[in-house]
């Protein structure tokens, strides 16, 4: 299995997804071993063998001089060089552009598949399409990838030329596709050209361990947005939504916990609609910081423009926190027990926040109703669905 | 010998708009117009209108057929304002002379258990409403979903009532049979007729269920069943929605060919014959007192009152609505009064229902809203706005 990242060491939903799929995976008796650029400490899964192909025997380190500088505007790069920033470490393999690295990875993929024994490949998202191919040529073995994402989510449908071209060579050549969703099964096969008898979709599900719980003490309401400060999660939708809500009742305050390249802008408008000390900033959130912040929440909002699946609603609800989410997410279409909007229609959002604020018996029904929900979603099942998928791409399609 | 009653529950609430936070003390338009129209559109089309005709047919045919039906009062203002060839088509049915019509609260409302005032005065309401588009006085009472119990009874008793329906639930009438009449252990008059839910489910649940043993039903096969409580009984109460026939069991299922043999081959067996409920409670005798304190209804597996009452939010949703009720009728407002009363229809707290994943699909039917959450929110904004109607105005 090829990936990106995998927790404590992640940014995202994506690690947190690997870590859940391996382990049901294990359930169903299938070892997987997990390659990644680089593996920090602290990473801690004993069903799973990580290994960081920057200690992969016999690579030679090319640097690539490629045509590729000039197109490096991906923020999602940025974002992991500041992640990794923050953390203080450093990684020697990260290198100056992310595409240079994707290139790095492959070409160790391709040692790596010839060492290692194993009969399938999965692959995690673009930055691992290439490793699938090269390790497919290598070693004759099926591929699968698992899309979490394409990159019309990331950036509301102004595709970046270079990262759609990986996009569909990985899904042309894979023997077969997993896609997080329906939502995200629909893009690959309009904006791809891809067969939808070749997509499988797999929803994503939680881990379910008891969460702590905390002691909150606070005065007053609080509607919590928590991901990347970035066009694809509609911050914007919710600022807007902020300023709203605050006309009807002043004393809401709106917690935003991420970063991302929006967050000047975010900040901006808030001072601009004299809002900005309703409106707090609580940087990138991790660990029990998370579950801390979701149950701090008395509501928890995930206005996406475009989201292939979306964890995040899952962990609030597991927290006890009521949900909001916009439709057009891949998650809205397993879970009953939370409000839904369209993402652009920010009066449906302000009627729904300013509700649940108000109506205990609504924000009752949604905790109790959300939790007993949530208890489905193990990652057994999807994990057997992608053992199903891995028969199929050994049988051949 | 066995007489076979058929009672039809129509009925189509006014169904709320996506009121929102912004239209609090903005405007008082409550109603889903559109929707409302075009469902009732929808449902002539596909039940009303074609199931009438079979009716029709089979009345004017053979004398011995006989039904009854009880309409809600808000589905007869909604035949008047969208669909008057539909009321025409149940008063040319009832002009026979062979279909009797019931009593109902005129709103379809649970008004019985908040408040008894306002109870007693949407069942006045929809008697004269059903006197003057069928000049005819019922004496059958029937409450909303046949929820009922002893105190019900002698309330209704007291108003007047010769008899009243429930439904023939197991874990009330234990080794007893739902084919014959009783009497409420309160009461001295009025009798009780209880649903055979056996026999009616096969019909409105059962009949297109292709993983159902004895699909599909046939009307001979039905007539066996029926035949069967001869000595048994002395009515078989088969009471259902009228929506049943070309609505949840689609014109493709066979609905309506079944219709079109079922009484020839019920009167095939020389002992059997249709009766209304009003002959029922003249005819036969009670066999016993039945003695049901706790609530029981119509809905679901529980045939409790689970389906508009079973979570907080239709609960506070319910017992808000009926605390304004002094302060609205104070006002003496007949807009006001009457907004006050649509919103008491017992669908918009079947909407709120959260009991989703067993009885889910009867719950979604009709249903405008995406989840029971928007139900409710839409419905509390509502409840919001009433509060900015009836408040006294601030002194100047």
Redesign the interface.
Known sequence: MFGWEFPPMSSGGLGTACYGLTKGLSQHGIGVTFVMPYVSEGVDAEFVKLLPANTAQKIKMVGVDSPLHAYITSSEYQEFLLTYKKTGKQNKLYGHNLFEEVYRFSMKAALIAQHEQFDVIHCHDWMTYEAGIRAREASGKPMVIHVHATDFDRTGGNVNQLVYDIEKRGMHAADMIIAVSQFTKNKIVEHYGINPDKVTVVHNAVTQEEKPRFHINKHDKIVLFLGRITLQKGPDYFIEAARKCLE?DPNIRFVIAGTGDMEGQIIQRAAEYGIGDKVLFAGFVKDEDLDRMYQLADVYVMPSVSEPFGITPLEAMKNGTPCIISKQSGVSEVI??C??VDFWDI??L???I??VL??E??H???KE?GALEIKNFTWREPAGKCVDVYKKAIAGG | MVSVCFYFQVHQPYRIRNY???DIGNNNQYWFNDKNKQIMEKVAKKCYIPTNKVFLNHLRNNPEFKISYSFSGVVLDQFEEYAPDVLRSFQDLVDTGQVEVLDETYYHSLAYLYSKDEFKAQVKLHNKKVKDLFGYSPSVFRNTELVYNNELAKFVEDMGYKGILAEGADHILGWRSPNFLYRPVTCNNIKLLLKNYKLSDDIAFRFSNKGWNEHPLTAPKFAKWVNQTNGNGNVVNLFMDYETFGEHQWEDTGIFKFLEAMPHELLKHPDNKFITPSEAVKSFEPVSDLDIHNIISWADIERDLSAWLG???Q??AATKIYQIEKRVKELNDPKLLEDWRKLQTSDHFYYMC?K?FADGDVHRYFNPY?????G??AF??ILNDMHKRIAPPIPA
């Open positions: 009807f009953t027990h409000l839904k009066n449906q302000v009627d729904k300013l509700s108000k109506h018996e609504l009752h029904a949604l109703h | 929102s936070v912004f979570n907080s939010m609960q506070s959260t989703w995406e989840s029971p959450y928007d409710f929110i509390m904004n």
